[in-house]
C-alpha cells in the first residue's frame, strides 16, 4: 500500500522565491496534518485538515505561509517569499477516521534550504 | 493543553545493554501516549501507544513503554539495544479522542559496539 507521498524531497531555492510543497495523503484518511521540524524547535504542528477543511492554522509562524487541500487526496503547503529561517524539513502526515486519534502516518518529508 | 518532556537529547547505550527512554507528560485530562521513531532520513513511525486499558503496552521492534498515571509517565524500554535501533524516539500526547498531538525535544540514540 502506499503511503503519504511528499514532493519534492529535496528544494534548494534563494530567499524571496516562492516554495510550494505537496502532499498525497494515503487514500481513505480524513485528517491531514502539516508539521515543521528543525534542531531549534524540534516538531511544530502547522495546520491540520479534517474531511479537507482547515481545523486548526494556529501554528502556521505568518501570512508568508499558507496551506490548502482542494480535494481529500491533495495538499498544498506554499512559503511565499521564502526566507532563510524557513529552512527546515517539513512533514506531511495523516490519519484515518476510524483510527486512533493521534496515531499518525508521517510522509518522508520535504527538505527545504533556503540560501 | 496538552505537553511532553524528554530528558537528555543524546543517549548512548551499549549494543545488548538496556535502553531506557523517559518521557513525562502534563494533560488536564485523560491522555494518549505515543512514541514514533525516526530513522535518518525518513518520516516518524508509530512504535508504540496508550490509550486505554492495560497500562504495559508492547510495540515493535521489542519495545516497550509502560504509563504510569501517578507519575505521569510513559518510559520507553528495550532489554538489550541492537545497532538498528539507532534513531530518533519521540514521545507524544494527545487529549482524549482528539488528533492534536504534541511532541517531545526527541532523544537521538547511539548505538555502542
Known amino acids: 500500500d502506499a503511503g503519504v507521498i511528499q514532493s519534492p524531497r529535496h528544494e534548494v531555492t534563494e530567499m524571496g522565491q516562492e516554495v510550494t510543497l505537496r502532499c498525497k495523503p494515503i487514500?481513505?484518511?480524513?485528517?491531514l496534518f502539516w508539521y515543521r521540524q528543525t534542531m531549534m524547535r524540534g516538531l511544530e504542528l502547522l495546520i491540520y485538515f479534517n474531511n479537507n477543511v482547515p481545523i486548526d492554522d494556529s501554528g502556521m509562524p505568518e501570512d508568508r505561509f499558507s496551506a490548502k487541500m482542494p480535494n481529500a487526496s491533495f495538499s498544498t503547503l506554499k512559503i511565499q517569499p521564502s526566507e532563510p529561517r524557513d529552512s527546515a524539513v517539513y512533514f506531511c502526515?495523516?490519519?484515518?477516521?476510524?483510527?486512533?486519534?493521534?496515531?499518525?502516518?508521517f510522509g518522508e518529508g520535504s527538505r527545504l534550504t533556503v540560501l | 493543553a496538552q505537553s511532553v518532556t524528554q530528558l537528555g537529547s543524546h543517549v548512548s547505550v551499549s549494543e545488548g545493554a538496556l535502553v531506557l527512554l523517559r518521557c513525562n507528560y502534563s494533560?488536564?485530562?485523560?491522555?494518549?501516549l505515543f512514541w514514533y521513531v525516526q530513522y535518518p532520513n525518513q518520516g516518524l513511525q508509530l512504535l508504540l501507544k496508550?490509550?486505554?486499558?492495560?497500562?504495559l503496552v508492547k510495540g515493535i521492534n521489542g519495545f516497550e513503554a509502560e504509563f504510569k498515571k501517578s507519575e505521569t509517565s510513559f518510559h520507553l524500554t528495550k532489554p538489550s539495544a541492537h545497532m538498528s535501533d539507532a534513531a530518533e524516539y519521540f514521545c507524544?500526547?494527545?487529549?482524549?479522542?482528539?488528533?492534536?498531538?504534541?511532541f517531545g525535544k526527541g532523544n537521538q540514540v547511539v548505538v555502542i559496539p
Open positions: 507524544a500526547v494527545s487529549a482524549y479522542g482528539n488528533n492534536r498531538l504534541a
Open positions: 496508550y490509550t486505554t486499558g492495560a497500562t
Open positions: 502526515a495523516s490519519s484515518a477516521s476510524g483510527g486512533t486519534p493521534g496515531e499518525l502516518f
Open positions: 494533560s488536564s485530562v485523560p491522555p494518549y
Open positions: 487514500s481513505g484518511h480524513n485528517s
